[in-house]
């Protein structure tokens, strides 16, 4: 997910709850069912507004925050029209209100796939690996010659229905 106005409805948030770092980072702790909560230099690098600051964050960490200010997600946070569980990284807002019609309609290599779905190229070879120790292939991946290319409407539908058995 990625911040509002470069993370200001969250600081502001965190004033009106009179939360700093340190005591927002705890209460993530209390409203975490696995009780894990946030780090306080994660929630940092996230509220925080300058050089180190994070415009980018995970859905889990976005809803930790979101719920410990006691606000929704979207009033902090610019929520992508499709989820993808595990992502450590966003696109900004443009790309985020594109909707299924506008998918690009060519093959992709792994470094526009990985900008695509707002992942990183090592979650993409995670993936394949795990799809090939099962014995399959990851969906929408086609090899050319000796270099990969990929389905972007495939591997979208193939995460689509993953989320929806999950």
């Not at 909707?99 to 900008?115: G, V």
Request: proline share 4%; hydrophobic share 40%; charged share 30%.
């Amino acid at each position: 997910m990625r911040r509002l106005d470069k993370g200001a409805p969250l600081r502001a948030a965190m004033r009106a709850a009179g939360l700093d770092i340190p005591r927002l980072a705890a209460k993530t702790k209390d409203v975490d069912p696995a009780g894990e909560g946030l780090s306080r230099s994660l929630v940092g690098f996230i509220a925080g507004g300058g050089k180190t600051a994070r415009e980018e964050c995970s859905d889990r960490a976005a809803e930790l925050i979101a719920a410990a200010l006691d606000k929704e997600v979207q009033d902090l946070f610019l929520t992508p029209v499709f989820t993808l569980t595990g992502s450590t990284s966003t696109r900004g807002t443009q790309t985020d209100e594109r909707s299924a019609t506008e998918l690009p309609a060519r093959l992709m290599d792994q470094a526009e796939l990985s900008t695509f779905l707002r992942k990183s190229r090592s979650w993409i070879d995670k993936q394949i690996q795990e799809a090939r120790e099962r014995g399959e292939i990851w969906p929408g991946l086609i090899y050319v010659g000796s270099s990969r290319r990929f389905d972007p409407h495939a591997v979208l539908d193939a995460m689509r229905k993953q989320s929806t058995a999950a």
